[in-house]
Structure formats: structure tokens, C-alpha cells
């Protein structure tokens, strides 16, 4: 069943839990009979990209990828949450497998929301039927995630009554994923009308699909180039049948497309917590486990840990949004991308400190989680793009809403702090109050000019949301009784006490860093937001670390 009916007789979209159950299941078999961990290491060594594994993954045995596909074009009609899980959880085995798998899904999108209904019949139901590999051919050297300047071409070709009956490109795409195995390509391309998407199928004259890149990490993934000269494509395959769409098209996608990359980089900055977790207990320094120090547990672990929690909270929240036929969540899903892989990255670097010198040996597996996590603060829009995403579209939302959307906030962690007052929403709601008057303060002087005052605002925006969403979990699984509510209620006081001090260390560095602002306005504002307030976030704080650590450890 691909549907669930909720409250107000609205249907939230997705599997049900035993059907999700199964596939998860299907995964950790998949894990122990082709995805050993010493196959995997084995693909980084070798740089080995597993086509015949990731065929048999689709094929009819498994077929994995129904996930994705809607029920009326022969898939299971999964929602983003089972989405996420998937991703996630593949993710945690190997990034570069995941990639792959990610990729079809990516390639397979713009038909999903451009196709015309022949379109996705023949496309889709090419994908479901378990023997096609797709890569989505977007990227340029040149214009990266700037589409607008893209540079491949597509000329109409008409016949002798002036009717279009194909298109011919030219030009070429970097960085494609599964490029060179693909068995077709979504591909964009600028026509008379604009940036148009074509399927472009595998063995088309003109079309060569390159050798695969060397690569920092992911070497169990392809990246490859493909070039096109004087490619011939047949009316047909215009997505949409109406040319200019493109960017419309792929703008459909960004948030939710982006949400998955966060599952990727949830999956893997997890894979390192529980390699760096057991191995603390058992390694013994100076008579004890250094599972029991501090400088280990306090500095590499718990901190990351409480990210990644909060990382999870986030990504869930707006797969559930999304599931439940909410649109426009494109800067939603820049917030999960940008705090999910950069909180990934942070906790695969640590593990590798953490680890000590094993941790630098390709053995132990940090050291490659840390190589593959790192395209995920790349791809699918950089940490910047994504900063300046968030900045620029919250900027414009609290002057929409008059400052209405993050006091909105504000007010609801206030209601929530007086019904639960063990998790954080008290700083949540200062910082959320204290991010909108700075906004409005960067507004009227004309700061927004200024690229690395947005990108602290962009930065600000992403704790104090993330925060929110984290403590809405808290109180939830508080409410219900979950076994999870007492470490989830102690990691917000965490996180809280981060959103608060990054809330004020952005605040003063504006004020102050910009010139522009003098002692009386500084004083004035300060005390407009409780500034001195936010200090107190760090109260029992290092006791709160203690009992996280308590539990991650079972000591």
C-alpha cells in the first residue's frame, strides 16, 4: 500500500511499516551476501565500480529501485521518508554503491514530474523492469550548479514542412554519475526556447560516454564525462513534449532531491559513529577504557552523535511534509543538505582522530568514510550554494511575513518550554527571536550586499530550524513514552546550547565586525533580544554530555 489516510481524510504518502520492514531486511541481506565489508574495501582499492551488483540490486529478484517508481508504471509508489530510509540505510554499507543507486533515481525524475504520460510509461517502465541504468546529465564544466549558463545545445531539425521532428546536441556534461555505464541519460540542454531535458539513450551516434574520473574517494561509484557531436534525437524524447521546461522541471525536484543526498550523508556519518563507538569500549589507555574519557567521549563522539540526531529529526520532519503533498520545499531541503553533510563530514574527520593511528589505515574505514562523505558537501549544490539559498529566500520569507515566520517560532518554543522545560526550546526560541530582529537589522542597512553576512545568516537560520524541528521530536516522543525520550531530551539541551552560542557569536560578529553600528544601537539591540540570556544555555552542560555519553556507551 503506497498511501496512508490521515487525520482530516488526507492521504500521507508511503509504504506501510511492514512493507518498509522487508525492504530494509532485503538490504541487510544484500549486505552480508554481496556487500561484505571486505568487498567493499576492496571496490575502494581497486577502484572497482560493482555494475554486475548493482544490476543484480534492480534486477527481478530484488529490485530495489520499485521503490521510487509510482504503482501505475510497476514500482512500490514510496514516499520520501521511504526514500530517505533506503538511501540511509544503503548509504551505511557504502557511499559509492548508494550513489549509484541514488543516481537512477536522480536521472529518473525528470520524467516522473515533466514526462508526458507515453513518456513514463516507456521510461519508467524501462527502469522497473530491472535491466536499465540511468544517470541525470545536468552538470557542465563550466556551470555547475549555475544551470542558467549552460552550454550544450540542442538545435531543432525539421523536415520538409517546416515541422520539428528531432533535435541535434552538441556539447558536453562533467561530473556525471553512472555516466559512463548508463543505459540512457536525462540530459538537459539549452534550446531556441531555453534549457530543455531529452532522454538520450546509450550507443546513440555522436554520443560517448567517457572514462571514469580518478577520484578523491567514492571510487566504488563512476563519474564519468559524456561528450555529444551532432547527436540526432528524435522528437519523442523531448521530456514533456514542450521545449523551455527544463529548469521549471528540475526546480520541481531541489528539495526533495536534496533530502536524499542529507539521507546519504546520515547513512554514512552513522557507519562511522559505530565503528568509533565499540572500538572505544574495548581500547584500553592508561588502565581504562578511553570510552571513560572525556577528552575522547566529550570532544569526537558526543558531540557528532547529537548532530546527527538532530540531522535525523530535520530530515524526517520534512519527509513527512513532503509525503503529506506539501510543495515548495526547496529551501527546506538546502537546510537538511547543507546541516546532514556537513554534520557527516565532521563526524567521519573526528573518527579518524578518534581512531588514532588505526583510524588513518584504510582497514578501520573511517579514513574512506571520510573520502567518500565529502562530495555530499558538493554535489547537488555546494555548502555556498546552499547558504546562499537559505539566506536569500528566509531573508525575503521574514520580510514577506513581517517577521512573522521565525517569531512564529519563537512563540512556539516559548509554549513548549512551559509545558517541558528539559529540552532546550527556551534557546531555541531566544535564538529564533534574536535571528529575526537581525535580519530585519541587516535588511535596513542594506547588509544583505554583504555575501559573508548572508552566509552567517544562512548558518544561523539552518541551527535554529534544525533546533525546532529537534526539540517538536523531543516533545513528541516524551508524550508517547518512548524508550529514545530521555537521550533525545538531553542531546537538544546540547544542541540548544550550540544554537545559542553560535546564535550570539553571529550576532555580535555582525554588529561589530561590519562597522556600521554604534555603541548605543549595539547596546540597544542587544538588550532588545536578551542577549545575555543566551549564556545561560550552557547550564549542567557538561553534565548533560556526561549522560549522552552514558548512553552511546552503556556504561
Not at 322 to 337: F, P, Q, R, T, Y
Request: contains cysteine; negative net charge.
Amino acid at each position: 500500500m503506497a498511501e496512508t489516510e490521515i487525520e482530516g481524510g488526507a492521504h500521507l504518502k508511503g509504504l506501510d511499516e511492514d512493507l518498509m520492514q522487508m525492504v530494509l531486511d532485503t538490504v541487510d541481506q544484500i549486505r552480508k551476501r554481496l556487500l561484505t565489508r571486505e568487498t567493499i574495501l576492496e571496490f575502494d582499492k581497486n577502484d572497482i565500480f560493482p555494475e554486475e551488483i548493482i544490476r543484480t540490486m534492480l534486477g527481478p529478484d530484488i529490485g530495489l529501485h520499485l521503490l521510487f517508481i509510482p504503482e501505475e508504471y510497476g514500482g512500490m509508489g514510496g514516499g520520501a521518508r521511504d526514500s530517505c530510509a533506503l538511501v540511509r540505510v544503503i548509504s551505511g554499507i557504502c557511499l559509492g554503491v548508494s550513489t549509484a543507486f541514488f543516481a537512477i533515481q536522480l536521472g529518473a525524475d525528470p520524467i516522473l514530474v515533466g514526462g508526458t504520460e507515453e513518456q513514463k510509461q516507456k521510461w519508467l517502465g524501462a527502469i522497473s523492469s530491472g535491466e536499465t541504468l540511468v544517470a541525470y546529465a545536468v552538470t557542465e564544466a563550466e556551470a555547475g550548479s549555475n544551470l542558467a549558463a549552460l552550454k550544450t545545445k540542442a538545435e531543432p531539425v525539421m523536415d520538409d514542412a517546416g515541422q520539428v521532428t528531432g533535435y541535434k546536441i552538441n556539447g558536453s556534461k562533467q561530473f556525471i554519475s553512472t555516466g559512463g555505464y548508463a543505459d540512457f541519460i536525462t540530459l538537459l540542454a539549452k534550446t531556441p526556447e531555453g534549457p530543455t531535458f531529452f532522454v538520450v539513450e546509450k550507443g546513440a551516434e555522436g554520443f560517448v560516454q567517457g572514462r571514469g574520473e580518478e577520484k578523491h574517494g567514492l571510487h566504488a561509484s563512476n563519474t564519468s564525462p559524456l561528450s555529444f557531436t551532432d547527436v540526432l534525437v528524435p522528437v519523442e524524447n523531448l521530456i514533456g513534449g514542450i521545449p523551455g521546461q527544463g529548469l521549471k522541471q528540475a526546480g520541481k525536484v531541489f528539495g526533495y532531491t536534496r533530502l536524499m543526498v542529507a539521507a546519504m550523508a546520515i547513512g554514512a556519518g552513522e557507519a562511522a559513529l559505530n565503528i568509533v563507538i565499540p572500538y572505544a569500549k574495548e581500547r584500553i589507555q592508561f588502565g581504562s577504557p578511553i570510552s571513560e574519557k572525556q577528552g575522547y567521549t566529550h570532544k569526537l563522539v558526543v558531540p557528532n552523535a547529537v548532530r546527527m540526531e538532530a540531522a535525523v529529526a530535520y530530515m524526517e520532519e520534512v519527509g513527512l511534509r513532503c509525503d503529506s503533498g506539501e510543495e515548495g520545499l526547496d529551501v527546506e531541503g538546502s537546510i537538511a543538505k547543507l546541516f546532514a553533510t556537513e554534520t557527516a563530514n565532521k563526524t567521519a574527520e573526528d573518527a579518524i582522530q578518534a581512531l588514532g593511528g588505526y583510524g588513518y589505515i584504510c582497514e578501520y574505514e573511517v579514513e574512506k568514510i571520510k573520502r567518500d562523505v565529502k562530495v555530499t558537501c558538493i554535489y547537488e549544490g555546494t555548502s555556498e550554494i546552499q547558504q546562499n539559498i537559505i539566506s536569500t529566500f528566509r531573508w525575503k520569507k521574514t520580510r514577506k511575513t513581517k517577521g512573522a515566520f521565525y517569531k512564529d517560532m519563537a512563540l512556539e518554543m516559548e509554549e513548549l518550554d512551559a509545558e517541558m522545560g528539559d529540552i532546550g526550546c527556551r534557546y531555541y526560541g531566544l535564538s529564533a527571536g534574536g535571528l529575526n530582529e537581525l535580519i530585519g537589522v541587516v535588511h535596513e542597512n542594506r547588509l544583505t550586499r554583504k555575501q559573508f553576512v548572508m552566509f552567517a545568516l544562512a548558518d544561523l537560520m539552518t541551527l535554529v530550524e534544525v533546533g525546532v524541528s529537534f526539540a517538536r521530536k523531543a516533545f513528541a516522543l516524551t508524550k508517547e513514552g518512548s524508550p529514545d525520550a530521555e537521550k533525545i531530551r538531553a542531546m537538544n539541551r546540547i544542541f540548544a546550547n550550540e544554537v545559542a552560542e553560535f546564535a550570539a557569536g553571529s550576532i555580535r560578529k555582525i554588529l561589530m565586525g561590519t562597522g556600521q553600528f554604534d555603541n548605543s544601537f549595539k547596546t540597544g539591540f542587544m538588550e532588545k533580544i536578551s542577549y545575555d540570556q543566551l549564556s545561560g544555555s550552557c547550564e549542567n552542560i557538561i553534565n548533560d554530555m556526561d549522560q549522552v555519553a552514558d548512553i552511546l556507551f552503556a556504561r
